[in-house]
């Protein structure tokens, strides 16, 4: 923070703690002039607070403050606030694109006549570099030695180019690979629930908020801290100074009663809270968790929760601070004062969690009985589609004649695996996983894993062979404690190395399969599954042969790895044959409550936080040993680079921007069903050699085997505009039965990768248009899939409606977001991919305006429909005429030179 407002309201006051004085700005004296603020939900009243610290009279207002204020009243509002977070975290798939823009950014204010010292952060940045491990080895005690060497290997490039950045760039820090996962590392060690900074010789204390480059930012919110996922453009404007524009959210109140019952977990608990609130329909909501089950229910836990509101589709998922979280502080090796300055503070504001606390006033309020919450998976395709462990086998048998394809004649077939001793059928485990901040930044699910895995180590049991196990952990504090509970031994046993710090699998980072397993899989049509301890389970995600994925507790993946399929009822068949020859079941080697918190309490200490992040920041050799170029305020771009080019962002940029204008006779690139993710839109997992980015890679002398990961390729705009919508398993409805990024160039009718066939547009002077279904771009807060959408050439998307983040890309993009009118879609419309469409009323842009379609179909018929702009703010119609967020910006650091 450098700067605060000017306070018109009189509302600052000062607070001692250990003899250190700290200014705020006080809610309850706001109160006074703005109307009781008293029920508010703390979630807004962290809104409330920034708007008062940074009320300047213009960029944000006193209005501004009552709007905030006056939403008590209704429990919702129409209104919108600016909002600048304290910090920003990123991790490297999000994050290097995010410094090459930066970098850009600095050669483009030079272009402009300005200086590029304009261009750094001005609020605190972490980028944890977490998203590039892979399980290349598994099963073996050196799997995590030899994966970081590999990491390395594929990835020093781009390292060194982080390395340079924070050289370069003021206010930045790197967490450096195999530290841990960042959200754990910011669980763990970066957020502080109370931030402070010093302002013009005095200091300040105020809410740690955050936003953050990847969707699942929100798992801070389970120890009391407001952030959430954005794109890496709007990630990039607030590192910048803008401050971002919200309407002031409806708050959904989720009452917790009750305790979990004997052999239910977090992982259950989230599953079904992801359920409910997905029926529920809370996207673009905040959620904000309340009851007398937060009375004990761990930061841990609410942790997990938190983590999964994109699954939920909340903006967030709020905990407010309380007792527990400030143990937690402390078990975490916060600074005592800092946790003294956390309760003090927010006890002042009125927003800390106690018996006397009010309860808030809720947009509307869901309860929930934890009582209830039974063992369970989510699969095969998303987080929300739970399934009781107990009905998990035959559900699996109706999506596998169903959803998954599958003729009944052939489920029961198995056909041999070349080189082995043993087949392979419809539904057998493959993969299975203890992955993802969600699960192991919690210590319970781990050690009941760990515990799992002792009982069956000392039965005899091993996983099948045809179970890719693996073990990566959110940070190197769990390896510390399963070490002390004598845990890791038992995993190792059961092919649960560690394989990295890092996502992994979680993200598609599983890694190959044998070859013959893939063989066996592709050349039957044999539908593989995977058990991963992750978050999200979209098709196509976790690997290219696996088409069903269950999200299960830790526990429950060592179970399935001993199982080896999803065919048999894991609650009442053996898992496998003890060493005399006896039926081993679930409940012979399920742990009891009272087991897991022992171990939990005697093995996680302190110490161990302090010691490990007391060297975050340093890295391993390899990371020491990186070549860096310093003292170089621009990048040196190599033209010979396959990970790190100079995007054409602002290429031929003026100093005013143009007018808008009409979209006419533009053709359509894909036609889309409901829920395409960004996964489908821009894959981060591995690049076919026949794609058009696997084309490119090898025409660049790059080898197959090195091709790395579309992620890992985000600094490059020429590879990723070649995997925009090129995900194996989207499918083109302009193409019936075709599978994968392709489409068909009109009028002659030719088709081609998606790619192509827009460079053919383009050459064309054609303008692109996509359209989707419900909740387009829902998933991962994906920056490439908006900036590879605009690289194509389209200029529009018309959808029945958008999740949150990525249509807030869109308009960063300069990427016009449509929507259909309540009851018309794609298919009453009957649209093939024929058309011509025009949309026009786009020279004058308002917020939430209308806008006309018109359909010229192929036999000259014409239809009009009236679409909803959702360019939301007049930021967003700012961001827009300028052709998108960064063009606005450095253009505005110009004027500001």
Request: charged share 20%; proline share 5%; aromatic share 8%.
């Amino acid at each position: 923070m450098k700067s605060v407002g000017q306070d018109k309201l009189g509302v600052g006051r000062t607070l001692d703690v250990d003899g250190k004085t700290y200014r705020y700005f006080s809610l309850p004296e706001a109160g006074r002039s703005l109307g009781d603020v008293s029920r508010l939900p703390v979630s807004l009243k962290v809104l409330l607070e920034n708007v008062l610290r940074f009320e300047d009279g213009a960029s944000y207002t006193t209005e501004d403050a009552q709007s905030v204020a006056d939403w008590v009243k209704a429990g919702t509002s129409t209104k919108e606030v600016p909002f600048k977070p304290a910090r920003i975290l990123m991790q490297d798939f999000t994050g290097v694109p995010a410094v090459v823009d930066l970098a850009a950014m600095r050669d483009g204010i030079v272009s402009l006549g300005g200086d590029v010292e304009k261009v750094n952060p001005l609020v605190p940045v972490d980028l944890v570099i977490d998203h590039s491990v892979m399980v290349d080895v598994f099963g073996s005690k050196d799997a995590l030695e030899r994966n970081v060497e590999i990491e390395f290997e594929r990835n020093g490039e781009r390292y060194a180019f982080l390395r340079w950045g924070q050289e370069a760039f003021e206010n930045f820090r790197v967490v450096p690979p195999g530290a841990g996962i960042c959200h754990q590392v910011n669980l763990e060690y970066l957020a502080q629930a109370v931030w402070t900074a010093r302002v013009g010789g005095q200091d300040y204390a105020y809410p740690d908020t955050l936003f953050g480059t990847d969707s699942h930012t929100t798992m801070v919110n389970g120890m009391g801290v407001l952030g959430w996922g954005v794109g890496g453009i709007e990630a990039e404007a607030a590192m910048l100074g803008q401050p971002i524009a919200m309407l002031i959210p409806d708050v959904i109140g989720v009452r917790l009663d009750g305790r979990l019952p004997e052999g239910a977990t977090a992982t259950d608990l989230v599953l079904t809270i992801t359920q409910m609130l997905r029926k529920e329909g809370v996207v673009g909501k905040f959620v904000e968790f309340f009851g007398p089950a937060l009375d004990h229910l761990p930061v841990a836990d609410r942790a997990t929760i938190a983590n999964m509101a994109p699954e939920y589709g909340a903006t967030c998922g709020f905990f407010p601070v309380d007792a527990l979280t400030l143990d937690y502080l402390r078990q975490t090796g916060r600074d005592e004062h800092r946790v003294k300055l956390t309760e003090a503070y927010l006890k002042a504001q009125g927003m800390f969690r106690e018996e006397s606390s009010p309860e808030p006033v809720f947009t509307k309020v869901l309860t929930l009985d934890l009582a209830t919450i039974v063992p369970s998976l989510a699969g095969p395709k998303r987080p929300q589609d739970r399934v009781d462990l107990t009905k998990a086998a035959p559900a699996f048998e109706t999506e596998l004649t169903g959803s998954l394809g599958v003729k009944p004649e052939v489920v029961e077939q198995r056909f041999p695996v070349a080189g082995t001793d043993y087949d392979l059928g419809q539904g057998d485990v493959v993969i299975a996983a203890i992955t993802s901040c969600t699960n192991t930044s919690n210590p319970a699910v781990l050690v009941a894993a760990g515990l799992v895995a002792r009982k069956a180590h000392a039965l005899g049991l091993k996983p099948k062979p045809w179970v890719k196990t693996s073990l990566a952990p959110g940070s190197q504090v769990v390896t510390d404690y399963l070490d002390k509970a004598g845990l890791s031994k038992d995993l190792d046993a059961l092919g649960f190395e560690t394989v990295g710090y890092g996502c992994t699998t979680c993200i598609g980072n599983s890694g190959p399969l044998a070859q013959p397993i893939v063989d066996a899989i592709e050349n039957n049509g044999l539908v593989a599954t995977s058990v991963l301890s992750g978050n999200r389970n979209f098709e196509g995600r976790i690997s290219p042969n696996v088409r069903a994925n269950y999200l299960a507790s830790p526990p429950l993946v060592v179970a399935y790895a001993l199982l080896g399929t999803m065919r048999k009822d894991i609650t009442t068949e053996a898992i496998g044959t003890s060493k005399d020859g006896q039926p081993v079941y679930l409940r012979d080697i399920w742990p009891t409550a009272k087991e897991v918190a022992e171990l939990v309490a005697s093995s996680v200490t302190r110490a161990d936080f302090v010691e490990r992040y007391g060297h975050v920041t340093e890295g391993t050799h390899q990371w020491q040993a990186l070549d860096v170029a310093s003292d170089a305020r621009r990048f040196a771009w190599s033209a010979g680079s396959t990970y790190i080019q100079q995007p054409p962002y602002f290429e031929g940029l003026t100093k005013e921007p143009g007018r808008t204008s009409d979209i006419v006779n533009a053709r359509i690139l894909a036609l889309l069903a409901d829920n395409v993710t960004t996964d489908h839109i821009s894959p981060a997992g591995s690049i076919k050699p026949s794609s058009p980015a696997g084309r490119f890679l090898s025409e660049h002398q790059v080898a197959v085997a090195d091709y790395n990961s579309y992620g890992s390729r985000r600094g490059n705009d020429r590879v990723m505009v070649r995997g925009t919508f090129a995900n194996i398993r989207i499918r083109n409805e302009m193409l019936p039965g075709i599978e994968g990024g392709m489409s068909k160039h009109l009028p002659d009718g030719e088709v081609g990768a998606i790619y192509d066939v827009a460079e053919r547009y383009k050459a064309e002077g054609v303008p692109l248009i996509v359209i989707g279904g419900k909740e387009y771009g829902m998933g991962s807060s994906r920056d490439w899939a908006a900036k590879g959408t605009k690289l194509l050439g389209i200029k529009a998307v018309i959808a029945e409606s958008f999740e949150r983040i990525h249509r807030s890309n869109l308009v960063g993009m300069g990427v016009l977001p449509l929507v259909f009118p309540e009851g018309v879609n794609r298919k009453t419309l009957k649209l093939d991919g024929t058309e011509t469409l025009s949309i026009t009323g786009l020279t004058e842009i308002t917020p939430r305006m209308n806008a006309t379609l018109t359909i010229t179909r192929a036999d000259g018929s014409t239809e009009d429909v009236t679409l909803l702009c959702r360019i939301d703010t007049l930021d967003e119609v700012n961001y827009y005429r300028h052709g998108g967020i960064l063009p606005y910006v450095l253009r505005g650091m110009t004027e500001a030179a």
